[in-house]
């Protein structure tokens, strides 16, 4: 076994019986209460889900394996010369748990440079799709093609135990991840650049090699390890990470199931909010005809905003209750190299301002800004200049943290998932039978 293979494999076997125990001994322990507004409004904070991961804390953020992300970019080890940590470093941590060393971070980028040639046949799909197609939909399929390849498919249909099923999971995560910056990048050649591929560099870390690909130069490599970071997980409960959860309970294999996960964030409910606030930044752009607006000014469109019935994009989370964690390490990294932009002084703006609008207007939970508030406006810097491509980029770190999810999910045998439904008729049935209770009581 490689190190971080072998680093695994002992975490699996130190994590087993804690899960065994809890199943065996305190099944029938009471974790979360499931009421109608639950059932009917999409079981929004229903405790039901588990991951070992990462975690949404509504104060700190995101957490990884317990970690703040300000805490990462300080202890992961990163490229000599750069602000951003290797994104190989981030998925040994979140498969291990442990901040890896340099030599384990070597050890793990050998692994995927070994890992990243693409075959054939997925170009030629990718060069099948009309010019019109939308990015997403190709890069779901160019995922879904490779399943031809999936090492858990031919060893479980040759018949293997069942306490192994996370060793050749392991191998085709890593076989995917390693191939993701390839395929992204071979997309937005084809939609945006009149097919003209950049060859990778074996000799480049996940983030240089994708901005390589991508032909932009430093510090966009930054951007990408960046970008992939904070989005690399997010809980389970997301549209994406369950969809990816789900899929694999099935004993799909990572193909199946991170091409089905991609399918989920392209929905706009989830994977769309840095656009409209572009689109957004962009409109007050117009109107101001390029000019910078005053305070006050900028004050009034927001409330123009809220008063017409809409949101401010990129402000609130259904979760958290201070500024996203990942919104602060993009304004830092904006702060240094984008103070200049014409939009970021937008985005500067409206973080001094929006928040106490929304405070005076007193409907939001959180005035704060997340993740989306930024991370459009970055990529545009860079020349990145096509909404629809920004969710491959999501899609390319999210993977990073579901694969992982999905190897824990085997080690620990996770089941099936089937909950059960009910009828309209069988909840309005549980109210009669509760107010009747409440009736006699009284």
Same mark, same amino acid.
């Given at each position: 076994?490689?190190?971080?293979?072998?680093?695994?494999?002992?975490?699996?076997?130190?994590?087993?019986? @804690?899960?065994? #125990?809890? /199943?065996?001994? %305190?099944?029938?322990? &009471? =974790? +979360?209460?499931?009421?109608?507004?639950?059932?009917?409004?999409?079981?929004?904070?229903?405790?039901?889900?588990?991951?070992?991961?990462?975690?949404?804390?509504?104060?700190?953020?995101?957490?990884?394996?317990?970690?703040?992300?300000?805490?990462?970019?300080?202890?992961?080890?990163?490229?000599?010369?750069?602000?951003?940590?290797?994104?190989?470093?981030?998925?040994?941590?979140?498969?291990?748990?442990?901040?890896?060393?340099?030599?384990?971070?070597?050890?793990?980028?050998?692994?995927? @440079?070994?890992? #990243?040639? /693409?075959?054939? %046949?997925?170009?030629? &799909? =990718? +060069?099948?799709?009309?010019?019109?197609?939308?990015?997403?939909?190709?890069?779901?399929?160019?995922?879904?093609?490779?399943?031809?390849?999936?090492?858990?498919?031919?060893?479980?249909?040759?018949?293997?135990?069942?306490?192994?099923?996370?060793?050749?999971?392991?191998?085709?995560?890593?076989?995917?991840?390693?191939?993701?910056?390839?395929?992204?990048?071979?997309?937005?050649?084809?939609?945006?650049?009149?097919?003209?591929?950049?060859?990778?560099?074996?000799?480049?870390?996940?983030?240089?090699?994708?901005?390589?690909?991508?032909?932009?130069?430093?510090?966009?490599? +930054?951007?990408?390890?960046?970008?992939?970071?904070?989005?690399?997980?997010?809980?389970?409960?997301?549209?994406?990470?369950?969809?990816?959860?789900?899929?694999?309970?099935?004993?799909?294999?990572?193909?199946?199931?991170?091409?089905?996960?991609?399918?989920?964030?392209?929905?706009?409910?989830?994977?769309?909010?840095?656009?409209?606030?572009?689109?957004?930044?962009?409109?007050?752009?117009a109107r101001m005809d390029g000019k910078m607006p005053k305070e006050d000014e900028l004050r009034q469109f927001v409330w123009d905003t809220l008063n017409a019935g809409q949101v401010i994009?990129?402000?609130?989370?259904?979760?958290?209750?201070?500024?996203?964690?990942?919104?602060?390490?993009?304004?830092?990294?904006?702060?240094?190299?984008?103070?200049?932009?014409?939009?970021?002084?937008?985005?500067?703006?409206?973080?001094?301002?929006?928040?106490?609008?929304?405070?005076?207007?007193?409907?939001?939970?959180?005035?704060?800004?997340?993740?989306?508030?930024?991370?459009?406006?970055?990529?545009?810097?860079?020349?990145?200049?096509?909404?629809?491509?920004?969710?491959?980029?999501?899609?390319?770190?999210?993977?990073?943290?579901?694969?992982?999810?999905?190897?824990?999910?085997?080690?620990?045998?996770?089941?099936?998932?089937?909950?059960?439904?009910?009828?309209?008729?069988?909840l309005e049935k549980k109210v009669e039978e509760q107010q009747s209770r409440l009736k006699t009581a009284s």
């Amino acid at each position: 076994m490689t190190g971080l293979k072998e680093k695994l494999y002992q975490k699996i076997q130190e994590w087993r019986p @804690r899960t065994q #125990r809890l /199943l065996d001994n %305190y099944s029938d322990v &009471v =974790i +979360d209460e499931v009421t109608i507004g639950k059932v009917l409004g999409g079981m929004r904070g229903l405790k039901s889900l588990v991951t070992d991961i990462s975690y949404l804390d509504p104060e700190e953020g995101i957490r990884y394996r317990g970690h703040t992300l300000p805490e990462l970019f300080k202890e992961l080890p990163r490229p000599k010369g750069s602000e951003i940590p290797y994104v190989e470093g981030v998925f040994y941590l979140l498969l291990t748990g442990d901040i890896p060393t340099e030599a384990e971070v070597a050890d793990t980028l050998d692994e995927f @440079r070994k890992r #990243r040639i /693409l075959p054939r %046949y997925v170009y030629e &799909v =990718i +060069d099948a799709f009309p010019c019109c197609s939308h990015p997403m939909a190709i890069f779901s399929t160019a995922i879904l093609t490779m399943h031809r390849e999936s090492f858990f498919t031919r060893k479980y249909q040759a018949g293997m135990n069942k306490l192994d099923y996370w060793d050749p999971t392991y191998e085709d995560a890593l076989n995917l991840l390693a191939k993701l910056p390839e395929i992204g990048s071979y997309i937005y050649a084809k939609l945006y650049r009149d097919g003209k591929r950049i060859q990778s560099d074996p000799n480049l870390d996940f983030g240089s090699n994708f901005a390589r690909m991508m032909g932009i130069r430093k510090p966009y490599d +930054d951007v990408s390890r960046m970008h992939f970071i904070i989005h690399a997980d997010h809980e389970s409960g997301n549209v994406s990470a369950h969809t990816g959860h789900l899929v694999a309970s099935s004993l799909s294999d990572i193909y199946l199931a991170i091409s089905a996960m991609i399918n989920g964030l392209a929905g706009p409910l989830h994977g769309l909010a840095n656009q409209e606030v572009l689109r957004w930044l962009q409109e007050l752009d117009a109107r101001m005809d390029g000019k910078m607006p005053k305070e006050d000014e900028l004050r009034q469109f927001v409330w123009d905003t809220l008063n017409a019935g809409q949101v401010i994009p990129g402000f609130g989370h259904a979760v958290l209750r201070k500024t996203d964690p990942r919104y602060l390490i993009q304004r830092e990294f904006s702060l240094k190299h984008l103070a200049d932009d014409h939009l970021f002084k937008y985005v500067d703006m409206l973080y001094r301002i929006v928040p106490d609008v929304l405070k005076e207007q007193g409907k939001a939970k959180n005035p704060w800004p997340n993740v989306d508030a930024q991370s459009g406006v970055i990529q545009w810097h860079y020349g990145v200049d096509k909404y629809d491509f920004y969710t491959v980029l999501f899609g390319i770190g999210r993977s990073i943290g579901i694969c992982a999810n999905i190897i824990w999910d085997r080690a620990l045998l996770y089941p099936l998932e089937r909950p059960k439904s009910l009828t309209t008729e069988m909840l309005e049935k549980k109210v009669e039978e509760q107010q009747s209770r409440l009736k006699t009581a009284s």
